[in-house]
């Protein structure tokens, strides 16, 4: 039985689920800002307080969030996922933050939408810049992940030729720039923990693991830090 324990810390969501042969069973969400590192082992220790659950010596896997996002919500989720790992000796399963955002998009949205359109989830990166990918109908990647400065020309290429539908944290400010007919918005689109189910339980049936020692999170840009425009004495 695939009894997988899912973490989800690439934006300011975090969340966790537990899941058995890719249905969840329960899961708990957490829409708090820089609150990763305070309450992500308290959300877990929560999940698995349940009485229906059993216990974490007792999963099959942990599956996790690779990447692209938060720096410092990826690093936190993935040390975690690899620490339980670790401990418990049991594989690491990875999943693409873009994937898991745009999965229970494009499986809702197919029964609504042409063949043809395409799926993009917009992963906030600041100022006027995302993280992004372009996906079709069948969950296949049309175009990498990557770092777009966002204006009204970004996706017009795309948006002259087929419906498009944007999504995610990001899609808030890029709906202020992008005024295009074939320019479809989803409001409240989150990667959550819970959508990882499915996903999670296809890589461990393939056994798609991971090595523990060895694996990072995919960034996809360095990491820069800032400094306070005010001392504070």
Known sequence: MGKILCIETSTSVCSVAYSENGEVVASEELFQVNSHATNLTVLIEKLFDRDNLPTLQEIDAVAVCSGPGSYTGLRIGVSTAKGICYAIDKPLIAIDSMVALTYPVATKQTQEQSPSTLYCPLM??????????????????????????VDETTFAPVLDKQ???????????????????????????????????????????????EDVAYFEPFYLKDFVATTPKKKVL
């Open 163 to 209: 419906s498009v539908v944007f999504f995610g944290n990001g899609a808030g400010k890029c709906k202020e720039v992008i005024n295009h007919k074939n320019a479809i918005f989803l409001d409240e689109c989150h990667p959550l923990a819970k959508n990882l189910a499915q996903i999670a339980w296809e890589k461990y049936q393939n056994k798609q693991f």
């Open 124 to 149: 906030d990166a600041r100022r006027m810049e995302v993280y992004t990918a372009l996906f079709n109908n069948k969950m296949e990647m049309v175009e990498t992940v990557s770092a777009k400065i």
